[in-house]
Each structure stands twice: as C-alpha cells, then as structure tokens.
C-alpha cells in the first residue's frame, strides 16, 4: 500500500500480483478493501480511495490494505499506521460589529448606512492542523492572511450605495482536501438617501399652449423612497407615490408656465430637481388684478401705480402714450416704465409719473407686448386730487389699521394707570401733612401755666372731656380756621 505524498489529499493505492494467470472461461480479477481500525469500505475497482475521515474523533488510526483472490477467495493484508488529517467542523465566521454570520444562507444578511466606517472581520477556527484563512473580499476590496484571521476596514467613502446588495465572501483552506464547509458568504444591504431624476418629454422647456407633456420622476433609494411632484410655488401637490418612478401628463395651458419639483425623500434624507418650462402666451390681465381706470395725483408729486399680468416670455415692449395726441412717453424723463418678475408666469409693469403738472392730466394708453399673438392695451386716466391722501388712508393694509387701534387700546390704560398712581401719591401727601398738624397739638398750656395732657385720640377728632378740675379753667373757643377748633390759652381768676 502506497501513498502518493505529491497530492494534498490523502490517496492511497493498494497493489497486488497473482501467479495463478488466466483459466478458461474467467477473468482472474482481485478485490480490495481498505480496513481502518473497525471500519471497512470496499472498492471492487478501483484500486484507490481518497480517505476524508471528519467522524473519527483521534487523529492517530491504524489501516489495513486487503486483497481479495475472487477466484480462490483467497486475501491478503498489508497494514501501516496513518495520521488524519481533519478540517474545520464548522465553516469560517463572519463578523460585522457585534452580529457574527456563518456559512452560505439567504438569511446571511448585513444592514449598514451609506459610509459606514468599520471593519469586517472573517476567523476560522478548528481542524488538524489548524485551518486557515485565503481571502476575504468585499466588493472591490480584498485581504489576502495566511493567519487565522483577516480584516477589511471600510473608511467613510468605502461603502457606498453601489455596493448595496454586495457579497462579502470569506474563504478557509485546509491541507486535508476535505474542507466541504470552506466558505462564508455575507450580503450587504445598504441605505442610502434618495438620488432623483428629472425627465421631460419631449426634452424641451419651451411649448405652445396645448402642448402635451410628460413629466418622469425617479429616484433610487434605500429603503424606497417616497415621490412627490409639485410645482415650486404651489401649496399641494401634483402627485405623490412611494415608488422608485412616477408619470405625470400636462395639457399646457398658459398657468403651467412655471418650476417643477420632482423630490424623494426616506429615513436617510431628501433629494429634489428642478426643472423650468414656459408655455408661450401672449400678455394679459391677472386675475388677481384689481382693475382702475383712474389714477389719482397731485401737482407737484409723483404718480405710481401697478399693473399684473401673466405672460411667456416676459414683455420685450412696454409702451406709454397720451391717448389723445398719441405723444409717444415711453422715452421720456418724468416717465418710467418698468416690468418686474413675480412667481412664473405672473409679473407687474411699474408706470411712474414724476412732478406731475396740469398737462398730465389727461387720458392714457399702456401697451405691453412680448411678441406672442397680440399686445394687451390697458387705459388710464390721470385724475387731478388737491391732496394728499390723508396719512390715516395712506395705510396699505387693514392689517396695518388693526395694528394702529392695537397701540393705541394698550396706551388707553397704561394713560389711566399713571394718572391713578398719581392721585393716590397726592393724596398720602395730604393726609401726612394733617396729621403732623393734629399731633403737634396734642399738648395745650394753660394761662395758670399748668400743663394739662389731652386724653387719647378716639378717632380722627380730639376730646376735651378730662380737664383737670382742681383749677377753675374757663376755655374760650376761638372762631374755627379749618377742619378742627383752636384753643386759645386765657385762664380767668376765681
């Protein structure tokens, strides 16, 4: 029985010879059974058996080579001692902070967030002699340990959201040849925030009015995000799904002219596009326009006042004239024509008159034109006012009035609250005064020159019922100056 050293695994190949030769009628064949320690397989052809004993708890076994004279049934043994060679009992572990993985399974399944910084960590442990790692790959990267252990560390731009649904595979090697349990695999799921596209179609941004358009929303996400197509003024929404793609389908009319959002938002953040189109359509009136025909000013001031309109594009000619004489002003010094820009497709025209004289006051005519279908022809008449607005007029707003009777309710009865504060302080200031004057009487010295204490106050007024009578007193009461009597000191002899 010989072994073949030069092949990893273990082969053995067992030989024999027979002097008996052919008889007639049969084929002298041999039979072989490769016996170890108790355990017998058995091979008719071929002659050799690659041995990968994983149940045998000892690494030491004694095996025994038998061939068998199937004619004669006649065998022969020939023994030797080997040595087992044994690979890991369980395949290599995976792990990814505190969560380990083994084997090949659908349920092998890592969730990490878009620029995840840490490592991933593969260790085989076990077998005779001890197993070790080959390579553990992750997307693009790879380590390569002839240890028992090997680490791949994501740096924070490593991992991104094209390596979500990557496989992390870590492989084991063993001199046995019988390493069945050799891998480990380890799916990523990585969430990300939301990366929208924006799509026209047709792939324009200028229509006609009935134009039909399509407009393509998408976005990428993990988990899926939710979709939302508005406008980017408007206050509701166009439509809104939680998918990875919408649709939606204008017939332009001249209000379409406008921004369009497309924005996908999940639990990792929002993205959003913008895309601009506008829907050509001669100017006119806004809705929101308050239309007046006259213009009040004074001489001397000047007069403003706006107009709104929509339109696409903006206006390329904004014309004032007098009506009458047709006295072209849109060059002139005192006049102003402006045009301002508001929330697509709506704008205002600023009309100014400077130092207004007699002569302005006259009929007007505004013609204002971007060059799609015809102009829009606005008239005014400048009316002669002898003042100014009164300034309580002038206030732009009802809200600005309410705020006006606002401040003057609270000034009310903080005005009351100072004047009460003063009565009461004007007051004690009385009422001190009267009585130092009262206490400064309390004592009265007769003509006798004896000195006679006045009883107690019983209240507000003083009492002369006590007067010491072992001295006749007369006590004569003098003409009263105020509020109380005075006492004048004149004792008279008994």
Not at 62 to 81: E, F, H, P, S, Y
Not at 148 to 166: I, K
Not at 289 to 304: L, R
Request: with cysteine; glycine share 6%; net charge negative.
């Amino acid at each position: 029985m010989t072994r073949d050293k030069s092949n990893p695994e273990q082969i053995y190949t067992c030989e024999a010879v027979s002097d008996l030769g052919r008889r007639m009628g049969s084929t002298l064949t041999a039979k072989f059974a490769f016996i170890v320690t108790d355990s017998v397989e058995v091979e008719s052809t071929p002659d050799t058996i690659n041995l990968c004993d994983n149940n045998n708890s000892n690494n030491q076994a004694q095996m025994t080579c038998r061939v068998t004279n199937t004619v004669l049934n006649t065998w022969q043994d020939k023994g030797t001692g080997i040595t087992f060679r044994k690979p890991p009992p369980a395949p290599p572990q995976m792990t990814v902070g505190s969560e380990s993985y083994q084997g090949v399974s659908p349920s092998n399944i890592v969730t990490l967030t878009e620029g995840y910084f840490g490592d991933v960590t593969c260790r085989v442990e076990g077998g005779y002699p001890a197993a070790h790692t080959t390579q553990l790959k992750c997307g693009q990267l790879v380590d390569t340990n002839a240890g028992h252990t090997a680490t791949l560390s994501f740096q924070a731009d490593q991992l991104t959201r094209e390596m979500n649904g990557a496989v992390c595979t870590c492989t084991s090697q063993h001199d046995s040849g019988c390493n069945s349990n050799k891998e480990t695999q380890l799916a990523l799921n990585v969430l990300y925030a939301p990366k929208v596209t924006f799509t026209l179609d047709p792939a324009q941004t200028t229509f006609s009015k009935g134009d039909n358009l399509e407009l393509k929303c998408s976005s990428q996400g993990n988990p899926a995000p939710t979709l939302t197509l508005t406008t980017k003024e408007a206050i509701e929404n166009l439509t809104n799904v939680q998918s990875t793609e919408l649709t939606h389908t204008l017939t332009l009319g001249c209000m379409d002219t406008g921004v369009y959002v497309c924005s996908g938002q999940n639990t990792h953040g929002t993205n959003r596009t913008e895309i601009s189109i506008g829907v050509r359509c001669p100017q006119q009136l806004s809705p929101m326009f308050n239309s007046k025909p006259q213009v009040d000013a004074v001489t001397g001031e000047n007069a403003k006042f706006d107009i709104q309109i929509y339109d696409f594009p903006e206006p390329s000619t904004l014309t004032l004239q007098k009506t009458e004489d047709v006295t072209n002003l849109t060059y002139s010094p005192r006049h102003t024509l402006k045009y301002t820009a508001g929330v697509a497709p709506f704008g205002v025209v600023n009309v100014t008159i400077s130092d207004v004289v007699e002569a302005d006051y006259t009929n007007y005519t505004l013609i204002i034109d971007n060059g799609v279908g015809s102009a829009l022809i606005y008239t005014f008449y400048l009316n002669k006012v002898n003042t100014s607005v009164p300034w309580m007029e002038s206030i732009a707003s009802k809200e600005d009035s309410f705020k006006i009777v606002a401040i003057v309710i609270g000034i009310i009865p903080l005005v009351i609250i100072a004047g009460l504060a003063i009565l009461i302080i004007f007051l004690l200031k009385k009422n001190r005064r009267l009585k130092e004057r009262i206490d400064s009487q309390y004592r009265v010295t007769l003509d006798t020159g004896v000195s006679a204490n006045l009883p107690d106050r019983l209240g507000q007024y003083e009492t002369m019922d006590e007067i010491p009578s072992t001295t006749p007193v007369l006590v004569e009461l003098q003409t009263r100056t105020g509020q109380y009597e005075t006492i004048q000191d004149k004792a008279t002899t008994s």
